[in-house]
Each structure stands twice: as structure tokens, then as C-alpha cells.
């Protein structure tokens, strides 16, 4: 027993004494408590294996782990911080699958990843289809240059506004001026056009704030999320509860400006959510809004009509809950724009970095066209963004507008539809 305590001890010390080329292990976790208690011994075992199969890819490489539980599968996934940076994902059963898939994920991207690489799995060979030939769509270059990280568009009249975190500006030409600034901490979130105003959404002390402005000065205020679901406003709060197996934030039931209930299903994203006739064939207005797996879906009340294919990620914004868990944090969906028989959205790309939750780096983007009634998938690429990630669109008569975020800057450019 002493000896076996003796080798540990020698094990742990080599694993954080050694040189900087040895792989350095984060381990994340999210589900039950007494699972999220496995944290600190899955990733002793992680760095003591990779240091057992002398597993050293490089200076300062990071591998990335987590594990998440979602009712009785945990979703395994890992990111080593190579150059290419490699991803690892499997579904398991049980938590006694664990040990043989970390083993599996070693072998797979850190021993031996161009092996692993090489050896197709076992597949059916697809059936040959006919080569149809697709114009691409046009990549953004250029545009009109904002000294500021943008957070969020829109149009009110033949106006264009566009914010930073701390400021509403008003663009006269070229030239983004500032018209209306956050009082106290509130920062901003996303901005609506509504009849003559505008809805400023913030966070602020811990909760979403919004503000409803005219001739920049503020007429109402909520301690509430306030969004227009067509001609009606609708207020919710976002709400955290750590016995939820399944994430911890979700959505108040929404109600209207005038206190009477809003149809809108539990699960899907408020802040994001639009109202219109999207379906002719369906009576009333129609609900769009994000599913919880980031799927844009077509709702009558709260009864799916239609989800997309795609799965969409979320922005770099978020509100965090003043709780211990990490995954108290929620993180705003792109908009949604109804636009004629169907939608536009926001599709940033994060490659391999979509397995880590709260790890926001982005390969590129697309401006998609969503149509709910065509046959197939019913996507289609309208804009395509290199290196940056596009923050948010608005329409102008027959023109999108497009905020994209670069490092320390933003571009805004029009294309025509």
C-alpha cells in the first residue's frame, strides 16, 4: 500500500513538474453533482495515460475534454490544440464507458492521428448522382468600416442603427455617430425596430433589462426581456435552476404588454423568437424561433410545423447567473428574419471548437436562406464571411444588411437580394 502511494506520487509529480512539449489537460463537465464530482479523477487519469503512451504532439499543446449528461447518454467530446487542431466525439451509455473511451481518444488524436486517420470506417457506398453545378455565393471584402466590436443592427424607417456594447449610433453615410448611450452597466444585447421606437435589450445587475426609446430618450423600461412578436410586445425572464438535468437556464412563460399569456413552447430561445405568415396555408401568424438544439422551427402555438437541417451555434454575447456551475451561462442565438415565403439566419462556423461549450472561436460564416415549403433541405447560402464570424442582419427593403465582427473592428456591408 505505501508503495503503490509512493509510485502515485511520483506519477502526479512528473505529470505537472514536466516540461512544457508534455500535453496540459482541461477537463469540463456538466450534468448531476455527483457526476461533476468525477471531474478532478478524469483528468488525473487523462494526463497520467497521455504520459504513459508518451504522448507529447507539441509545445503548448492543450487537450480540451467535455463531458456532458443529458438524462442517462453523456456526450464525450475533446479538442487538442494541434496545428490542425483535431476533434474527438462519441455518445456513451453509461458512465462505465468512460475509461475505455478516454483510452479510444488517446490512441485516435494523440498517439497515433494520421493512422487513425487513414483507416475509414465501415460505410455504405452512396449512390451516384448526377454533378449539379451550384454558383457560389458572394464572400464579403469590403464594406463600411466601424472602429468598435458591433453587437447588433437594425433599421427603423430609412434609418440605420448599429451598437457596441455601451452605445446606440446612427449612421449618416460612412459615419457611424453616437446617439444614445446605456445608463449604469447595462451593456447591449440586440436592438428592434418597433412602430416608431426602438427596443434596447441589455443585460444589467445580473438580468435582462429593456429599454424603449424615442428621439433617444428612454419612454418605458422592463426588468424583463421585451421583444415585438409582430405588432405585440411579449415579455419573459430568463430563469436558472440547477436541478435541471438538461441545462440549467430556461424561459419564463412569456405574456404580453398587456398581461395575457403568449403561446411558446418550452425549450425554444425567447430572444430570438419572430412572428409571421410564413405558411399561408396555416390561419394566423406563425412563430419562428431556435429549438434547444439550435434548429430553426416553424411553429403554430407551441406545435412544430417544420425544423431545419442545420444546426446553428450560438454568438460570443451571454449572460452568466451568479451561481457556482459554469453552464449557468446563456448565450444569445443569431436573429431570425422572416423574409417572403421563408427565413434568413445566421450560420457561424466554429469547427472544431463546437464541442466546447463556452469556447467561442469562429472558422467563418454564412448568411442562409431557410425555405420551409421547397422540397430537399430547403437551405441555401446567400453570403459567405471568411476568418470572422457575423454578428447580425437587417433587412432594407429589397437589401440585407450584414455586421461582421473582426478582431477590434467591424464591416458593414449591403447585399442586394
Known amino acids: 500500500m505505501k508503495r503503490s502511494f509512493i509510485c502515485l506520487f511520483f506519477l502526479l509529480f512528473f505529470i505537472y513538474s514536466s516540461p512544457s512539449h508534455a500535453i496540459e489537460v482541461v477537463v469540463e463537465m456538466t450534468g448531476a453533482e455527483d457526476f461533476v464530482q468525477l471531474k478532478d479523477g478524469i483528468q488525473k487519469t487523462i494526463a497520467a495515460r497521455c504520459l504513459a503512451a508518451n504522448a507529447l504532439p507539441g509545445d503548448g499543446a492543450t487537450l ?60 455504405r457506398v452512396p449512390e451516384e448522382k448526377p454533378l449539379v453545378e451550384v454558383a457560389a455565393p458572394p464572400t464579403i471584402e469590403s464594406g463600411i468600416e466601424l ?60 438580468s435582462f433589462h429593456t429599454y424603449q426609446i424615442r428621439d433617444f430618450k428612454i419612454v418605458q423600461s422592463w426588468e424583463r426581456c421585451v421583444i415585438p412578436l409582430g405588432d405585440t410586445l411579449v415579455v419573459s425572464r430568463l430563469m436558472t435552476n440547477l ?48 429549438d434547444k438544439l439550435g434548429r430553426v422551427t416553424l411553429l403554430n402555438g407551441k406545435n412544430p410545423l417544420w425544423a431545419s437541417e442545420t444546426k446553428l451555434a450560438t454568438l460570443p454575447l451571454y449572460f452568466e447567473s451568479k451561481v457556482d456551475e459554469p453552464d449557468a451561462r446563456y448565450y444569445l442565438m443569431p436573429r431570425i428574419l422572416p423574409y417572403e415565403s421563408g427565413v434568413i ?3 457561424n462556423e466554429q469547427g472544431p471548437w463546437k464541442f466546447l461549450r463556452n469556447v467561442k472561436y469562429y472558422e467563418s460564416s454564412r448568411i442562409l436562406m431557410l425555405d420551409p415549403g421547397s422540397s430537399g433541405d430547403g437551405e441555401r447560402d446567400l453570403v459567405t464571411i471568411r476568418n470572422h464570424y457575423c454578428a447580425d442582419i437587417a433587412l432594407d427593403e429589397g437589401d440585407l444588411i450584414v455586421l461582421v465582427v473582426k478582431k477590434s473592428t467591424s464591416l458593414m456591408q449591403r447585399i442586394d437580394l
Open 345 to 347: 439566419t445566421i450560420a
Open 147 to 206: 472602429p468598435f466590436v458591433a453587437t447588433s443592427l437594425a433599421m427603423l424607417g430609412r434609418t440605420v442603427f448599429v451598437s457596441d456594447s455601451k452605445t446606440l449610433y446612427r449612421m449618416e453615410g460612412e459615419r457611424a455617430v453616437p446617439c444614445w448611450s446605456t445608463p449604469g452597466s447595462a451593456r447591449i444585447y440586440r436592438i428592434y425596430p418597433y412602430q416608431d421606437s426602438l427596443l434596447i435589450v441589455t443585460n444589467r445587475r445580473e
Open 64 to 123: 480540451s475534454v467535455s463531458l456532458m449528461q443529458l438524462g442517462e447518454t453523456i456526450s464525450f467530446d475533446a479538442v487538442l490544440g494541434s496545428q490542425p487542431p483535431r476533434a474527438f466525439h462519441r455518445d456513451l451509455g453509461s458512465r462505465g464507458e468512460i475509461s475505455g473511451i478516454i483510452d479510444q481518444m488517446i490512441e485516435k488524436m494523440v498517439i497515433d492521428p494520421d493512422r487513425a486517420a487513414a483507416v475509414p470506417s465501415p460505410a
Open 243 to 290: 436541478m435541471f438535468s438538461d441545462g440549467v437556464n430556461y424561459w419564463e412563460d412569456p405574456v404580453t404588454g398587456a398581461g395575457e399569456a403568449y403561446e411558446f413552447p418550452q425549450g425554444f430561445d425567447f430572444v430570438s423568437a419572430r412572428a409571421a405568415d410564413v405558411v399561408p396555408s396555416q390561419s394566423g401568424l406563425e412563430t419562428i424561433a431556435f
